[in-house]
């Protein structure tokens, strides 16, 4: 996805100062400078590569707001009050993308898709039926159906999820970066993070290579944590999702992106009907 999400992105070079400054210019931190610069803070964006050119610029795209472990195993770890708040957080989050790329009039592709998860071959159904029990444990809307429209799948169950996402991120972002720059924000590419001092004013100073910058508050939005503790990057593990199209005489599903879960479960987001 070879798209230039911030054309105008240079390397810092000096000293600046700012309400604001965003180390990370992911989707996270992006999305973080487009909310301050709406509420009317001037805003610093940095990053060490190009702007949108990490994990953000390698996604699926699928907007799906409950949990790619299956909502049954992340009840069995944090419970269900914190799953509840996972999921209407998740939820939130892609209306929130909806309402924000109607406003900036945003052409990012994004449409509505439902989300299929159903029960791989030779595995027991009762996975689908504590899934199915989970998820309307959490609130969220699912419907059980028997089968879909693949080989081998026709008797397998099934669980549909209505109103899911898809959207083309880089695409998205590029309307954000263009909106946080009409409200003065700035972006600034191959720039590494050094240090992040909070001084007795209350002001944080951002030493990286090129310059500094002096803000009242410092947001890391970075894909890995800046720490200076190896053990901690050994227990980040890194994911893959499949991407895929499926297509038969009654029914087309594109762009479906396939991840595998344990069990294994394959999840599937087909258009709508």
């Known amino acids: 996805m070879d798209i230039a999400v911030a054309p105008n992105a240079t390397p810092l070079q000096g000293s600046k100062k700012c309400d604001v400054v965003i180390i990370g210019a992911g989707i996270a931190g992006i999305s973080t400078a487009y909310e301050v610069a709406l509420g009317g803070s001037r805003v610093i964006v940095l990053d060490r590569g190009k702007i949108a050119g990490g994990i953000t610029a390698r996604t699926t795209a699928h907007l799906a707001p409950l949990c790619d472990d299956l909502t049954s195993a992340m009840i069995g770890f944090r419970g269900e009050d914190t799953s509840r708040l996972f999921y209407e957080s998740q939820a939130a989050a892609v209306d929130r993308i909806e309402e924000i790329q109607h406003r900036e009039s945003i052409d990012c592709d994004f449409r509505r898709l439902d989300g299929f998860l159903f029960q791989a071959r030779d595995t027991d159904a009762k996975i689908i039926e504590d899934e199915l029990d989970a998820v309307r444990t959490v609130g969220a809307p699912v ?44 972006f600034h590419c191959d720039t590494v993070v050094e240090r992040i001092e909070e001084h007795d004013d209350g002001k944080v100073v951002v030493t990286a290579s090129g310059g500094t910058v ?60």
């Open 143 to 186: 419907h059980r159906l028997v089968g879909v429209p693949l080989a081998h799948c026709t008797q397998q169950h099934v669980l549909r999820y209505p109103r899911q996402g898809t959207f083309h991120p880089l695409k998205y972002l590029r309307g954000l970066v263009a909106a946080v720059e009409a409200k003065g924000g700035s």
């Open 214 to 273: 002096t803000a009242q508050a410092a947001v890391v939005a970075t894909n890995a944590p800046i720490v200076d503790r190896f053990a901690l990057h050994t227990k980040m593990a890194s994911l893959s999702h499949l991407r895929d199209g499926f297509f038969n005489q009654e029914r087309s599903y594109p762009g479906c992106p396939v991840l595998g879960h344990a069990g294994p479960v394959p999840l599937c987001t087909a258009a709508a009907a």
